[in-house]
């Protein structure tokens, strides 16, 4: 034998034993369990045939187990790993069918020492050697079937455990995007009726402080009261009733009975400010916002209509030359948080915008 073939056989043989070793340190409490429910079958089984008595049942059935473990691990280990690969499964067989060779046997051996003082026992081993072949074969291949369902099942819970992950990670992006986003606007807002010391700027204040407690500690969950996300609406329009100029007509009404249902947080609040960044604000005089909210007890639906500047329509998803990253977030949350079960539409006129969302909670 050469020896880069004694270093291979070495490595290994390393490697066997250092995969022996982890199997049996972290599985060993199930891998237990399954052999001594096993065990407990076949000793079961061979007191059925009334041919030996509990003792030998029990040392017999052992052996047996013995046997079988070792062709199991030996398959799992060293055999599967290195030998089951894309254009090396005959090669894996020959290795299979040669592990079970190699211990029948042995097996055989055991027992017909084992019951030298039965001669019917030790004939019916010595004409039952192909069965007794055919079971540590067949140990083997269904330790293999079951290596690689684990395997496959391991590697689904892996892939859908990273687009958990990823999902979570960019829901917390988006979301980190609205808040500061809505904050801007109103401190802006806040900003100009200090200077001009208007007496509508402490009702804002107070207003502002109920979204931020809203927003800074209920809104951490995935999944809020309706109740709550409706009261943070009506805040919102409080706050935008104050600081928009005499002559705009904005109402939110809810219909149906609201309970005990929840939904993602901030999820509706980006349709509000585009109606007021985009619509009221835009416009030379007057307009409305009319929001209608249809309470199900699984499910809502959202229309919102708001006048706008008299400017040409546009397609729905057409990008805006300046805050365009509210709708454009609320519709990945959407499509993340509420796959099939949401319906957006959005319709654009030369003087009106309307947003229509069904939603299942």
């Not at 062709?71 to 040669?98: H, Q």
């Not at 084992?114 to 019917?120: A, G, K, V």
């Not at 993602?264 to 619509?279: D, Q, R, T, V, Y």
């Amino acid at each position: 034998m050469s020896t880069a073939t004694r270093e291979s056989a070495g490595a290994q043989i390393s490697d066997f034993a250092d995969r022996l070793g982890s199997t049996l340190v972290r599985r060993p409490f199930y891998h237990g369990i399954g052999w001594l429910a096993f065990f407990g079958i076949l000793v079961a089984l061979q007191l059925q045939t009334g041919e030996i008595g509990f003792g030998l049942a029990v040392v017999n059935e052992f052996i047996t187990v013995v046997v079988f473990a070792i062709v199991v691990y030996t398959n799992l280990l060293f055999l599967f790993p290195t030998y089951l690969k894309p254009g090396r499964f005959w090669i894996y067989l020959a290795a299979l069918i040669g592990l079970s060779v190699l211990f029948t046997p042995l097996e055989l051996v055991i027992k017909y020492f084992l019951f030298s003082y039965r001669e019917s026992i030790q004939f019916d081993l010595l004409n039952n050697m192909e069965a007794y072949f055919l079971g540590n074969f067949l140990i083997g291949g269904i330790s293999s079937i079951g290596k690689i369902m684990t395997d496959w099942i391991t590697e689904n819970r892996k892939k859908q455990q990273v687009e958990n992950e990823t999902m979570q990670s960019e829901l917390r992006f988006l979301k980190s995007q609205i808040n500061p986003h809505f904050l801007f606007n109103t401190l802006n807002s806040l900003y100009a009726l200090t200077l001009k010391k208007s007496d509508k700027a402490p009702d804002i204040v107070i207003k502002l402080s109920e979204m931020m407690r809203y927003m800074l500690y209920e809104c951490n969950e995935p999944k809020v009261p309706l109740r709550k996300e409706i009261n943070y609406l009506r805040n919102y329009l409080d706050l935008e009733r104050l600081r928009q100029r005499d002559g705009i007509d904005i109402t939110l009404d809810v219909k149906g009975n609201v309970v005990d249902q929840q939904i993602a947080p901030l999820l509706l609040i980006p349709f509000l400010e585009n109606s007021f960044k985009h619509g009221i604000n835009a416009a030379i005089k007057g307009g409305f916002v009319h929001a209608t909210l249809h309470v199900e007890p699984r499910a809502i639906r959202f229309n919102l209509e708001n006048t706008k500047g008299n400017v040409l329509p546009r397609p729905p998803d057409a990008a805006r030359p300046s805050g365009g990253i509210g709708l454009v977030n609320v519709r990945r949350r959407l499509e993340l948080l509420y796959p099939n079960c949401h319906q957006l539409d959005i319709r654009e006129t030369p003087g009106t915008y309307a947003i229509h969302l069904n939603l299942q909670l």
